[in-house]
């Protein structure tokens, strides 16, 4: 028994495990911040898509156009080598946060996640039944209020599936953020790749930190949705 | 800031390369698509077939590679697919060396990726035709092959195109990341012009131009293609 022990605490797998969880907390890192940011801005971004005026809502429809037609590594590399070598941008205060690897995948994976999800958003704002618009608007309500009792709520709570999709998507994203020499788990799966030539133990190390932590996505997701969701529990 | 003049045919820019370079993302987009779609056509099957086996092996597939990161299955088959390949080989007793070309390298790992989302995606307008039309085509006597090339494909294909036109995107997308292995496609090609002319601005952002391109144009040709299929059905 104990030899058995011995021989898995010496297997590549298991040093391969605790090598790449040490990248977790960067791994996560990137999402507590980029995930919430990026929530709030599609929200707003959303908004002013559907709002009535016009040069907006052409603004933000050619913003989403753009981020959605080109790859997040070309956003990656854009944020972090292209406003890297402008001058300008060097000397101003923006370059405390772009000289690190992190705040631009922060800043990138924030972009993207921002544009994907406002379309999930106004398909959600605009799915709204009008009757229930109106029957707000003959309370009395403002504009303000309407849209914080009725309009949003609603909203968020038919696209929950589809943007837990997106937010899936997101903790995949991250791994990207390792082209740009920043240190979370794929980049250190890469590295032990590289170094000890046997990519299976540290696909599987990785994959499965991977797994977890999408699993507790969708978890967190179905939690949501059962909360938010109370008329459609099957007993309650 | 934005150089235009190296962006010109000939010697003095990189405009030819990067011709070159989006014919070759589009090369391995089409490649991959067409293997993926292969793939998971099978996996549809070992999906639909009452079989508990295979449908373990084919649930297990595209769970996992839908929840790893797309770089981390690149990388796994750039470090790990020439090993698999010469033990494969070794079973049929070829000993030398083998080391697949990085196009066939980026085939197989986007492939492999995108198949899982094709197979969701057909598996889906699969289960949309009604069991009656298959029975029906029993009743006339045509047999397995004939009952999936004249029933079934036709309506699949027509269900299915929005869902494949998305799985398009997505592969065309995800090309970029195969620049890690070294294969010169647009965004290899502006990593290295962007290192010889120390203008990382200029090149990524012709990337960027390109990508966009390809998608919006492949966006309407996957439009065109959903209205001629769905003749004859108000959609």
Redesign the interface.
């Known amino acids: 028994m104990i030899e058995f022990l011995n021989s898995i605490q010496n297997s590549l797998i298991y040093k391969n495990f605790f090598l790449v969880l040490s990248g977790l907390d960067n791994t996560i890192l990137l999402l507590l911040i980029s995930l919430p940011l990026g929530f709030v801005l599609a929200l707003l971004f959303a908004l002013g898509r559907v709002s009535k005026i016009t040069l907006l809502s052409r603004i933000i429809a050619s913003y989403i156009f ?1 981020i ?8 990656i ?2 944020i972090y ?6 001058k300008f941008i060097r000397e101003s205060f923006l370059w405390y946060a772009l000289k690190e690897p992190f705040w631009c995948g922060v800043i990138a994976l924030t972009i993207n996640t921002v544009a994907y999800g406002a379309e999930i958003f106004r398909g959600g704002i605009q799915s709204i039944e009008k009757s229930q618009v109106e029957s707000g608007l003959s309370l009395g309500f403002g504009k303000f209020l309407l849209l914080r009792k009725i309009i949003l709520p609603i909203a968020i709570r038919k696209v929950l599936p589809s943007y837990g999709n997106e937010l ?1 998507l997101m903790v ?5 953020v ?2 740009t020499t920043y240190m979370e788990m ?1 980049g250190i ?2 590295k032990i ?2 170094k000890t ?1 046997a ?2 133990e540290a ?1 599987i190390a ?2 499965i930190l ?2 977890f932590l ?2 507790l996505m969708v978890q967190f997701v179905k939690y949501l949705e059962w909360k938010y969701n109370p008329h459609l529990r099957l007993n309650n | ?1 934005f150089k235009f003049d190296k962006l010109v045919f000939g010697d003095a820019g990189w405009g030819d390369e990067f011709l070159i370079a989006t014919l070759m993302t589009l090369l391995v987009s089409i490649l991959s698509m067409g293997l993926g779609l292969f793939l998971a056509i099978i996996t549809v099957w070992a999906k639909i077939i009452q079989n508990r086996i295979t449908r373990f092996i084919a649930n297990f597939y595209t ?2 590679i839908r ?6 299955v690149i ?2 088959i ?3 697919g020439n ?1 698999v390949v010469m033990s494969i080989a070794k079973v049929f007793g070829y000993n030398k060396y083998i080391e697949l070309n990085a196009l066939t390298i980026a085939t197989i790992a986007i492939a492999v990726i995108s198949a899982t989302y094709s197979s969701e995606v057909l598996r889906a307008s699969y289960l949309a035709i009604s069991k009656g039309q298959i029975e029906a085509a029993r009743a006339l006597g045509m047999n397995k092959f004939s009952i999936f090339f004249k029933v079934i494909s036709p309506q699949v294909i027509r269900h299915a195109l929005p869902g494949i036109g998305n799985v398009w995107q997505i592969t065309l ?2 090309t ?2 195969i ?2 292995t070294g294969l010169v496609e647009i ?1 290899r090609q ?2 290295i012009s ?1 290192n010889v002319e ?4 200029t090149f ?2 012709t ?2 131009i390109l ?2 391109c390809l ?2 144009i492949s966006g309407r040709v996957f439009k065109t293609l959903e209205v001629n299929y769905s003749k004859g059905f108000s959609t």
């Open positions: 753009v959605r037609g080109t790859p997040l590594l070309v956003q590399y854009l080598f292209g406003l890297g070598s402008v899936i995949k994203a991250t791994s990207l390792s082209l794929t799966a890469r790749m590289a030539f990519p299976v696909f990785a994959g991977y797994l999408n699993f | 800031m769970t996992v929840g790893v990161p797309e770089l981390l990388y796994l750039f470090f790990g090993a997308k995800d970029s990341l620049s890690v965004m502006s990593r962007s120390h203008s990382p601005l990524l952002i990337a960027a990508y966009l998608t919006t």
